[in-house]
């Protein structure tokens, strides 16, 4: 999903001490930005990863790049495609305030969210059942 070009501009700008995840938002990578959110928009067929709900398909208001772990947490995941995604407004606001209280986010939570295949959670599953 990104060009080299993308890629090596985010590895030199976040490498940089003085630079921290709030560094994001910057005026200089918005072409970067606005790539992520045209690629997951058609990823997810329009839908927010964690609600499921339809996400803006022109406006950015109600399609926030998000990143599933907090890049206040972990800038080394700030530009890993396995940690990006869109999600709407709404799940925006909910798991920015849980994240500034240190908490789990409860939108990362939901049963329905796709997970990665973990021995230990299927194995929990089978005595459950
Ligand atoms: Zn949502």
């Known amino acids: 999903m990104y060009s080299e070009d993308f890629e090596k501009r985010i590895m030199d700008k976040f ?16 072409d970067i ?10 990823e997810q067929k329009g839908k927010c990863a964690y609600c499921k709900q339809s996400i803006s ?9 998000e990143h599933i772990v907090p890049k206040s947490k972990y800038l ?7 940690n990006l995604c ?13 994240e500034v209280l240190n908490e789990v986010p409860e939108v990362t939570n939901k049963k329905n969210i ?6 230990r959670l299927q194995t929990n599953l089978d005595i459950l059942e």
């Open 15 to 30: 490498s940089k001490s003085e630079i921290n995840h709030t560094n994001w938002q910057d005026d200089d990578i918005s």
């Open 33 to 42: 930005r606005s790539s992520i959110r045209e690629y997951y928009r058609i």
């Open 57 to 65: 398909l022109i406006s950015a208001s109600n399609c926030q790049v």
């Open 76 to 82: 080394s995941f700030i530009s890993e495609p396995k």
């Open 86 to 98: 869109v999600i709407c407004a709404d799940c925006n606001e909910i798991k920015k305030s849980q």
């Open 114 to 119: 796709k997970r990665y295949p973990s021995v």
